[in-house]
């Protein structure tokens, strides 16, 4: 597990030879897979991959697999995530990761959108039937997460890849705020801007009666 953590590969490959225990998790749920894949080391977690399959499938406590992980990855280690993510989906098959959620009722996809990695989103959803529609334990879906990382151009892309306008206005189930109530409430004026040029409904109205305007203020 230290050895992964700290991306060793050539000890790592050493410790795997003379039957190191790949599946064997720490206090929090994490294998040696899980601790590769947070820090970026994707050669490492590819290997870890290959070695044991199953490892792939170990939940932490918070039920999230390493495709997760990788997924959510960003600044200067969004390539090593996009790299695994797809490595993993290649070595396993779609169905199983893709509908796989964490406590949150998170999935990979929404990881993605999180981490603003616009050409994974892209592949998720064009290779691999991804449906950014889907909504997490508080009924948030794609829209949601990226409003609330102000992340413009996903938004846009989330649009140009789907026919219906319906989830740019889609209410949560927590305080009935759509992605335009978390962008105003966040402070991301590009990505209210956006949203409105997208014809979301500024009308719309949380369960105290406040509107997107009125989270802003």
């Given at each position: ?8 590969f ?34 490492v ?9 199953s ?11 390493p ?59 064009q ?5 950014p ?15 609330m ?46 949203l ?21 203020k």
């Amino acid at each position: 597990m230290i050895a992964s953590l700290k991306g060793e590969f050539s000890i790592v490959r050493c410790l795997v030879d003379h039957g190191a225990l790949l599946d064997l998790t720490s206090k929090d749920g994490r294998t040696a897979l899980h601790m590769a894949v947070q820090e970026g080391h994707a050669e490492v977690a590819e290997y870890l991959a290959s070695c044991c399959p199953s490892s792939m499938y170990v939940e932490t406590k918070s039920g999230r697999i390493p495709i997760q992980m990788a997924a959510a990855l960003t600044s200067e280690r969004q390539m090593a995530g996009d790299r695994m993510t797809r490595y993993f989906i290649s070595l396993s098959g779609t169905s199983r990761m893709l509908a796989h959620m964490d406590r949150s009722g998170r999935t990979v996809l929404e990881d993605a959108v999180v981490a603003n990695q616009i050409e994974l989103v892209k592949w998720l959803i064009q290779e691999h039937g991804a449906t950014p529609e889907r909504l997490d334990a508080l009924g948030r879906n794609g829209w949601h997460h990226a409003a609330m990382m102000g992340h413009v151009t996903m938004i846009q892309q989330l649009q140009a890849l789907t026919t219906t306008n319906t989830s740019l206005d889609q209410a949560d189930t927590w305080d009935l705020w759509t992605p335009l109530m978390y962008a105003a409430k966040n402070g991301h004026l590009d990505c209210v801007r956006c949203l409105l040029e997208l014809r979301a409904d500024k009308t719309k109205k949380d369960k105290l009666g406040r509107t997107a305007k009125d989270l802003g203020k």
